[in-house]
């Protein structure tokens, strides 16, 4: 036994308080020592412990109690380490903690090699860093470049309580960059994001994910999915791009199997010509012309006005699509894609709210001479029933791309052994070697003359006994992430975000709001209701969807287009729609290619229940309908209606009340006299080549953007047998 014994092996120094040398049976040389261990390498490294036991022909140091490892990059500290220096190679077992530049790391297992600079964790790994805890299985972290890469389930959590959990991927704590390829999803408070690749900058705020991308906002029950997705935390928008979807749920009426939008095929009275109405209803039009419907606080409140007659009875229903006719559920979904989607959160006081201060009753008739009804504010526009697309000016050249490529796992040949190390239980390799015989070598342990011991690391033994504790509890404690979490987080945003609220909205409770934008190609399907436009614009705040770019809605049989188209939606229910600039609405008769028609320069609907209530038709308003006799099936005369304005009262989806209001001129024509000259209004325009069909066609095709206005013909037979065929406008 020697006090304080120095001794040299093959450039390394082992030093102590006490020890001594000795050989077994085979000839093997060991060093114990006692006290004060200290280990010196070459490279500099050093090793604390309280106890060591050396063998000298491997190379190989079992060190415990207050074990230190200090080298230039980090500082590993355990109770049992097992330490070839030889490879500069080191295990611990039985807890650990390895502290790199900020980041501290403990596990029940790890792998250490010096030279690379790579460390492998096993059970139970914690990373904590000053911006991001991690908790995973297995892992490798490289202290020089700090880049850790995940072989396993992994949840890394933030400071602003977003977190990433993946199966797979790096993640450099310094740059805080990271890619991950299997399993992915980014949460941040209200905020989903997954894809199969997915790419995340944590200094710039930055998630980018690439195939199968999902998008969810359960606060503003907002769900979109695509080929790309684009991330920012600073205005948490979404940039959607390669198929993007966005996905709304909306209410329904439960009693309501109609449409809930403007049909001119809804008219059911002797002057609107329904397709539905009876033979002796529509015989009675010219008749009825010259009566007067209103009551006397109507007409003093409508002024100048020509009403014609309602039948009050043999009104029927609005007619619906073959399927439409089945009970509508309490809630459905609402499909909107385009080429690219935009959604971001602004402050409240920067959104541009639209006050149209519609009125009910009609409002006062306006001078066409003094009234611009064009809108050039709005450059874009759009909106779903309680979820639609807006958003402010796109700026995507402000998006810096800071994701680079971070290096590939695959590259770290030497490392595999030691991976596939980590996924068995530890091994007795130390003992087996020391039951190895081998051939005695000549002893080359010398004794040196005793120095005095190097500087220790300043960190007490007490400290140490007291960070290994903690480390243990917290490793017993904390929730490790067991490979189902994706499954879960997607499944209950799903379901938060097709619950539909039952409390009414307030639009200014909040300091921001949620905007969406669509651009290109829009197009949007729902069951009852389908539209296309080039660009869509939808604030949450107000519920108000614009469409803008030739947009053109379709519902049931009934086709709708304007310059620019506003929709109203109130506690997920249709409100009002506003159509500005040459509106138009088209439904077609009889499935025949006539067509009931009604324009202006502004129509004005109201909704109840999501059921057309009242509509109004302002500026050169005019109306075409072909009558129909139900009894025979066929067409028996054209209706042709000009006023200042058209006013229709519905109930129960039928028509309660029809009145021209000023500057009035009406004619009937018998269905023979029908020519290309009378049979379209100006600006007819007929689309239905272009109405999404599915969701499946919502994705897979793009309106075709013409200007020729195509009919498809059918046998005249199927309109009127005997009678001379119209002439199709060319």
């Known amino acids: 036994m020697f006090y304080r014994p120095v001794y040299e092996h093959k450039g390394s120094t082992l030093s102590a308080d006490s020890g001594y040398v000795h050989s077994d049976k085979i000839g093997r040389d060991f060093f114990e020592a006692y006290g004060n261990v200290i280990i010196t390498q070459p490279s500099g490294t050093q090793i604390f412990a309280d106890k060591l036991h050396y063998e000298a022909s491997t190379q190989l140091a079992t060190l415990t109690q207050s074990v230190r490892m200090v080298d230039g990059q980090a500082l590993l500290t355990t109770n049992y380490l097992t330490y070839d220096l030889r490879n500069s190679h080191g295990t611990y077992k039985g807890g650990g903690r390895i502290v790199s530049k900020g980041d501290t790391i403990t596990s029940n297992t790890a792998y250490y090699y010096e030279k690379s600079g790579d460390t492998y964790f096993k059970n139970k790994v914690v990373v904590r860093s000053p911006s991001v805890k991690i908790f995973t299985d297995t892992m490798q972290y490289n202290s020089f470049s700090k880049d850790t890469y995940f072989f396993g389930a992994t949840n890394m959590k933030g400071n602003k309580g977003e977190n990433l959990y993946t199966q797979k991927g790096v993640y450099n704590t310094g740059s805080g960059q990271a890619r991950f390829t299997k399993n992915n999803i980014y949460t941040e408070n209200s905020k989903i994001l997954k894809g199969d690749t997915l790419y995340y900058d944590r200094t710039a705020g930055i998630g980018k994910a690439i195939k199968n991308v999902i998008f969810i906002d359960t606060a503003d029950k907002f769900y979109t999915y695509g080929g790309y997705g684009l991330y920012r935390q600073a205005d948490q928008s979404i940039l959607m791009t390669d198929k993007p979807l966005v996905v709304s749920v909306v209410k329904n009426d439960s009693t309501s199997n109609g449409s809930s939008l403007p049909s001119p095929n809804a008219a059911n009275t002797t002057n609107t010509v329904n397709p539905a109405n009876t033979a002796n209803t529509a015989n009675s039009i010219e008749k009825e012309n010259s009566k007067a419907v209103l009551s006397k606080k109507e007409k003093q409140k409508e002024g100048n006005t020509k009403p014609t007659s309602v039948a009050k009875e043999g009104l029927t229903t609005l007619p619906t699509d073959s399927g439409a006719t089945k009970m509508a559920p309490s809630v459905d979904s609402l499909f909107l894609t385009a080429d690219t989607l935009f959604s971001r959160v602004i402050p409240l006081k920067e959104y541009q709210a639209k006050q149209f201060n519609l009125d009910r009753e009609g409002g006062k008739i306006e001078d066409a001479n003094d009234i611009d009804y064009g809108d050039e504010e709005d450059t874009s526009s759009l909106a779903t029933d309680s979820l639609l697309v807006d958003s402010l000016a796109l700026d995507t050249t402000k998006l810096s791309n800071k994701l680079s490529a971070l290096k590939d796992t695959t590259a770290l040949k030497e490392k595999n052994n030691a991976i596939a190390e980590l996924k068995k239980a530890p091994t007795k390799a130390a003992a087996a070697k020391l039951q190895t015989p081998i051939n005695k ?207 229709i009262l519905m109930k129960n989806s039928r028509i309660k009340n029809y009145v021209s209001i000023q500057k009035v001129e009406s004619k009937i024509y018998p269905f023979s006299k029908v020519t290309s000259e009378n049979e379209f209004l100006p600006g007819f325009i007929w689309k239905p080549q272009d109405r999404p069909k599915s969701k499946l066609d919502l994705l897979n095709r793009t309106r075709e953007v013409t200007t020729d206005i195509k009919i498809d013909a059918k046998p005249e037979k199927e309109i009127l047998k005997g009678d001379p065929p119209a002439t199709k406008k060319k």
């Open 441 to 647: 070598p000549k002893s080359t342990v010398t004794a040196i003359k005793p120095k005095s011991a190097p500087t220790v690391i300043n960190q007490s033994k007490v400290q140490l006994d007291k960070n290994f504790r903690a480390d243990s509890v917290l490793r017993k404690k904390t929730i490790f992430p067991k490979g189902t979490e994706v499954d879960s987080i997607l499944t209950k945003a799903q379901q938060s975000v097709a619950q539909v609220d039952s409390v009414k909205q307030t639009s200014l409770d909040t300091g921001s709001t949620r905007i969406v934008n669509a651009y290109h190609h829009v197009r949007l399907f729902k069951s009852d209701f389908q539209a296309v436009a080039d660009s869509v614009y939808y604030g949450m705040v107000d519920s108000m969807f614009r469409f803008m770019g030739k947009p053109m809605i379709w519902a049931e049989s009934s086709q709708i287009s304007a310059d620019t188209i506003y929709l109203q939606v109130k506690n997920q229910k249709l409100e009002n729609a506003l159509l500005l600039q040459n509106a138009f609405m088209v439904s077609s008769v009889l499935d025949s290619i006539k067509y009931n028609q009604l324009k202006g320069r502004k129509i004005t609907a109201f909704f109840t229940n999501n059921k057309l209530d009242r509509l109004f038709v302002d500026g050169n308003a005019e109306s075409l309908y072909f009558i129909v006799n139900d009894k025979q099936n066929i067409i028996t005369e054209l209706f042709h209606d000009r006023s200042a304005r058209i006013k």
